[in-house]
């Protein structure tokens, strides 16, 4: 409430000035006229009669209608008694909708909404007179006015409107807020949206709802404020668009419609996926030379294009050795038969690199093969065969392979050497120890070389390859071993200086129960210069194995083992053979 303040200026004054040409009338406006008063602020005038008629005596600005002047004059120059007030103000009240009206004072009071009276209490009376209202007010903007006058006594004057909040009786919705923006921090990532306060006089705050390009907004706010201003800062830093609006809600829990979406792109600060390499493989050129190494990989979704990178060990520091927006690349700097490893990043459109891949091992595979194996000898003896040949010139040699087979063709005839890998040499012998049973076959040897990369000499020549013919020597006892021992026996040729190892069962040996064990075992070994089968060891009841360390090196040894009875007789020998390579 703003008091009447007291005025000097005379409501009017004329002023007559001479001029060259005659006189010259100027007269200024009441001050009141000139009174302007900003909403929802009333504008105030003040009478000297109770009928509002002729220039006010005063105007000023009021923010509440609540006087209570009592016998006294409500300002200078009005009398304390039969004077008037009015109050009046125009204002937007959004979309409106129930208010209440209230007044009361000593004398007389109406209110008019829009130039309609809705309350009337005009009469002269010595007691408070109050009454409220209840009415609706469209939206928009509309004027109040209130009428008050004082006949004779005490003069007081009260006035109130106030939106009524209730949900059973507001149903009317707020507004939709106005003259939204949104500003986007590039650095920050967050985006900033301001929008015109709302008129509605029971507003209760703002939602601010939020959603991905090609959503749908959710039913639950990002945001409530009662500010006309929301920074958002949990953006996701991806490069979608997002849009939001902005809705008004009042007391009542009404909800207004959204404003115009407002767009923002944000910034793209999240690397794609990590690709994940399918290959990584030497490619041959036309002419049958390498045309590099090719890596290819699985695609990443948001991926503009992809980095390789390559070391020279799993673990080892990877460089970048080219780009691509293909699945593959070919690393036209690789060497033949050198071992490299490439892990592969995804980059997108905003240039976010992703994770490396897993290392993938790659290599240019030598098609190249070795030349054939040439200078076989193969020389019959007591363990088998000797095989000396000539080094392989290759120099990315693995090993050669050792062919052992029967010749099939007639004699006289082209005869073919049927074989099957029997050793394996390594690149440094030229020679090799072949033990098998001299008992006089002809058998047959060829040789592989086979280099670093699995290139096999013999796969890819177009020539003969060249086999040597041999006929074992025969070592065979000229004394056979007899049928129906009963002794199990098993040679094994030396593997070091424990010398040959026999083993055997029947007659109680070991663990093995008999209804007849022997009192002892006697191991008999052939002597090629007798031509007998000389003992060479007596072993106690229940022995069941001998090493043989006196047995010659290089040679191949026949055995029997005999069971003794108590009264000496010995049972029927079991035989067996064992064969050992030559030391060295």
């Known amino acids: ?339 490299y490893y490439y892990r592969v990043s995804a980059v997108d459109a905003a240039g976010n690199e992703s994770a490396r891949s897993e290392p993938q091992r790659g290599k240019i595979w030598d098609n190249d093969p070795p030349p054939l194996v040439s200078g076989l000898n193969v020389t019959p003896t007591e363990y088998g065969f000797q095989l000396d040949w000539d080094k392989s010139p290759a120099e990315d040699l693995r090993h050669y392979r050792v062919y052992w087979g029967e010749l099939l063709g007639d004699e006289g005839d082209e005869q073919v050497c049927y074989g099957t890998v029997s050793d394996y040499v390594s690149p440094d012998k030229t020679s090799f120890a072949y033990t098998t049973l001299p008992d006089g076959d002809e058998v047959c040897f060829f040789l592989d070389a086979v280099d670093d990369d699995g290139n096999s000499a013999i796969k890819w020549s177009d020539e003969g390859v060249p086999a040597v013919a041999a006929t074992e020597l025969d070592m065979t006892p000229s004394v056979a071993t007899p049928e129906g021992s009963p002794l199990h026996l098993t040679a094994s040729g030396a593997e070091g200086d424990e010398g040959n190892q026999l083993t055997w069962s029947g007659l109680g040996a070991g663990e093995e129960e008999s209804a007849d064990p022997a009192e002892s075992f006697r191991v008999y070994r052939w002597n090629p210069a007798s031509a007998t089968y000389e003992k060479i060891a007596e072993l106690p009841a229940g022995a069941f194995t001998y090493f043989d360390t006196g047995a010659r090196r290089g040679t191949t040894s026949f055995y029997w083992v005999t069971g003794v009875q108590a009264d000496g007789t010995e049972s029927v020998p079991a035989g067996d053979w064992a064969v050992t390579a030559p030391v060295g």
């Open 1 to 339: 409430m703003n008091p009447a303040r007291r005025t000097t200026a005379a409501t009017a004054t004329a002023l007559v000035l001479a001029t060259a040409g005659g006189l010259l009338t100027i007269t200024t406006a009441p001050a009141s006229a000139a009174v302007t008063c900003t909403s929802p602020v009333f504008k105030r005038q003040f009478f000297a009669n109770t009928t509002f008629s002729g220039t006010p005596k005063k105007t000023d600005c009021d923010t509440a209608v609540d006087q209570n002047w009592g016998t006294n004059a409500p300002a200078s120059g009005l009398p304390k008694d039969n004077f008037a007030v009015r109050w009046s103000v125009t204002r937007d009240f959004g979309s409106g909708g129930p208010f209440s009206l209230s007044a009361s004072g000593l004398d007389g009071i109406r209110v008019y909404l829009d130039g309609t009276r809705k309350i009337d209490l005009w009469k002269n009376t010595s007691t408070t007179v109050s009454k409220a209202v209840n009415v609706t007010i469209p939206s928009g903007k509309h004027t109040l006015r209130v009428d008050y006058v004082n006949w004779t006594g005490s003069a007081r004057v009260n006035f109130g409107y106030a939106p009524r909040t209730s949900a059973t009786v507001d149903t009317v919705k707020p507004l939709a807020p106005t003259g939204p923006a949104v500003t986007y921090d590039q650095a920050g990532g967050n985006a900033k949206l301001t929008w015109a306060k709302n008129k509605e006089m029971d507003l209760a705050g703002y939602r601010v709802y939020r959603r991905l390009k090609g959503a749908a907004f959710g039913t639950a706010p990002l945001a409530t404020t009662t500010s006309t201003t929301y920074t958002d800062t949990t953006l996701p830093v991806t490069g979608a668009t997002y849009y939001y609006e902005v809705r008004a809600y009042d007391k009542a829990g009404n909800e207004s419609a959204g404003t115009a979406d407002q767009a923002v792109t944000t910034v793209d600060r999240v690397a794609p996926g990590v690709p994940t390499i399918t290959r990584a493989t030497g490619e041959v050129t036309p002419t049958g030379g390498s045309g590099g190494l090719q890596v290819g990989w699985d695609q990443v979704a948001d991926a503009a294009s992809y980095r390789v990178y390559r070391a020279a060990s799993e673990n080892g520091t990877y460089a970048t050795v080219g780009s691509t927006d293909q699945l593959t690349y070919l690393d036209t700097s690789a060497a033949e038969s050198t071992v």
